[in-house]
T-cell receptor, first 110, second 114 residues
Framework: EDQVTQSPEALRLQEGESSSLNCSYT??????LFWYRQDPGKGPEFLFT???AGEEKEKERLKATLTKKESFLHITAPKPEDSATYLC???????????FGAGTRLTVKP | NAGVTQTPKFRVLKTGQSMTLLCAQD?????MYWYRQDPGMGLRLIHY???????AKGEVPDGYNVSRLKKQNFLLGLESAAPSQTSVYFC?????????????FGPGTRLTVT
């Protein structure tokens, strides 16, 4: 069965303190791994899609990387506005649904 | 573009009552999805649709029904609400499989069943 595990559950950083969030997955035939950001009381907002091991994508202070077993979301010099819950999800080939992890709740203090 | 909209935003039901949640998208997406989100469990897929007139079961379909009579709308029904269905419900839409599959989410409906 497909499984997605995110760690840590919660992360508190000082502004400017870089760190990484982890998403480990077990899925046969990965079609894509997705990262989303979710603010309190809102729906998830799409950030990145990664398709194959070794791929990297960047957006402002965020960089997502993918290996055969896990993905990392690196946050460089975070700001308070980066505070949110970050979700990852996986999709298999020949399958229309997505399996989400429980998320990492990031708090960045000024 | 409004993107994905959901109505209502909040609802309180008594056990055994029924209701329908409406999702609408204006991006001409083929695929639409209904998820529920519970603390510590992430998003779980209830039902989805790959086109007008089609529906399919997701991970947790029991107690829910769906319909997709128009491409832009996807309805989620609860025939006899139970307290275990207290949750936040999200609708999402995406292009077809060959076009990346990034999902765009609505703002959510918070449902409480007493």
């Amino acid at each position: 069965e497909d499984q997605v595990t995110q760690s840590p559950e919660a992360l508190r950083l000082q502004e400017g303190e870089s760190s990484s969030l982890n998403c480990s997955y077990t899925v046969s035939g990965l079609r894509g791994l997705f990262w989303y950001r979710q603010d309190p009381g809102k729906g998830p907002e799409f950030l990145f899609t990664l398709y194959s091991a070794g791929e990297e994508k960047e957006k402002e202070r965020l960089k997502a990387t993918l290996t055969k077993k896990e993905s990392f979301l690196h946050i460089t010099a975070p700001k308070p506005e980066d505070s949110a819950t970050y979700l990852c999800a996986v999709r298999r080939y020949n399958n229309n649904d997505m399996r989400f992890g429980a998320g990492t709740r990031l708090t960045v203090k000024p | 573009n409004a993107g994905v909209t959901q109505t209502p935003k909040f609802r309180v039901l008594k056990t055994g009552q029924s209701m329908t949640l409406l999702c609408a998208q204006d991006m001409n997406h083929e695929y639409m999805y209904w998820y529920r989100q519970d603390p510590g469990m992430g998003l779980r897929l209830i039902h989805y649709s790959v086109g007008e007139g089609t529906t399919a079961k997701g991970e947790v379909p029991d107690g829910y029904n769906v319909s997709r009579l128009k491409k832009q709308n996807f309805l989620l029904g609860l025939e006899s609400a139970a307290p275990s269905q207290t949750s936040v419900y999200f609708c999402a839409s995406s292009y077809s499989r060959d076009r990346g599959h990034e999902q765009y989410f609505g703002p959510g409906t918070r449902l409480t069943v007493t």
